[in-house]
């Protein structure tokens, strides 16, 4: 019986993933469209349209999102670790804000109008000539009273650890000594079910699809998470992104051992047909 429920209620997600994406969609692009003229009523409709299809996505998919911490309030920096396509839902349950993702989901359909219907902020990690203009529009996005979100990791993990953080992006609250706020994100899944490393961080050469499957044989998913108690400021952005990446890494809680992600990263180099079939294939596991 279970083997014919599996695939039915991946059906009921994604149709239900659809029914709450077209109103808090068109409930986004409305605000931008009409409020174009007044950044601060735009940016609060946008967030609340974000919030209200977060929090809808995490009941649709079974994400139970447990804070522990003061979130903070807009307009805020903050810098979090990265271990899945869920980070950005989970955050979003608790916070209107503004993430900073990379180029290419610009061009993603359906996902990338949604992106720029809540503002979200492109860069081509591959072209530090355009760094400038992003810090431009971070500046733009916090005077506008809205909070915004980086992964400085610039790649989503396996969840053996927090690793190390870029810092080019935090030059702005460096030269501005202005105090950023962190998240440590971690997740759990049933005793029994696909571990989390295969199920729920996207990493590696993950294909989408195939994680969206091994996700949805899953009956929850628990997501902790951490906020800090205090924010961080520090005028050198080096020493910025050091302080923040040993407090995320204090709170972070490990999904996996080391030795395993390093065995499946063995596997893929010796004998990729050994591999589960989830690591099979080819995609960039950055937002």
């Keep these: 019986m279970r083997a014919i429920w599996v695939p039915?209620?991946?059906?009921?997600?994604?149709?239900?993933?659809?029914v709450v994406t077209l109103p808090c969609y068109l409930l986004a692009l409305s605000a931008a469209i009409l409020l174009a003229p007044w950044p601060r009523p735009r940016v609060k409709v946008q967030g609340f349209a974000f919030r209200l299809w977060s929090r809808g996505l995490c009941?649709?998919?079974?994400v139970r999102v447990s804070?522990?911490?003061?979130?903070?309030?807009p307009p805020f920096f903050l810098v979090s670790n990265h271990l899945s396509y869920l980070d950005i839902i989970v955050l979003g349950t608790q916070l209107p804000c503004v993430f900073v993702a990379k180029a290419e989901i610009d061009s993603w359909p359906l996902f990338?109008?949604?992106?720029r219907s809540v503002n979200t902020i492109f860069i081509d990690r591959k072209s530090k000539r355009k760094l400038p203009e992003v810090i431009e529009r971070i500046e733009q996005t916090l005077a506008a009273g809205q909070g915004v979100v980086?992964?400085?990791e610039g790649t989503s993990g396996a969840?053996?650890?927090?690793?190390p953080f870029r810092s080019p992006l935090l030059e702005l609250p460096a030269r501005m000594s202005h105090a950023v706020h962190w998240a440590a994100i971690s997740y759990r899944s049933p005793a029994g079910a696909t571990p989390t490393h295969l199920s729920v961080t996207w990493w590696g050469d993950m294909p989408l699809g195939a994680h969206l499957k091994e996700l949805t044989r899953l009956d929850w998913v628990e997501a902790p998470l951490s906020f800090s108690p205090e924010p961080v400021a520090h005028g050198?952005?080096?020493e910025l992104a050091e302080t923040l990446h040993r407090e995320i890494s204090g709170a972070f809680v490990p999904l996996v051992d080391r030795a395993e992600i390093e065995r499946l990263l063995d596997l893929k180099a010796t004998d990729p047909a050994a591999l589960p079939p989830v690591?099979?294939?080819s995609h960039e596991a950055e937002f």
């Design 67 to 73: 804070v522990a911490g003061p979130p903070p309030r």
């Design 59 to 62: 009941r649709v998919f079974g």
């Design 279 to 281: 690591m099979r294939g």
């Design 236 to 238: 050198d952005r080096k």
């Design 150 to 152: 980086i992964f400085p």
């Design 112 to 115: 990338g109008a949604i992106c």
């Design 159 to 163: 969840g053996h650890q927090v690793l």
């Design 8 to 18: 039915v209620r991946a059906l009921l997600r994604y149709a239900g993933a659809a």
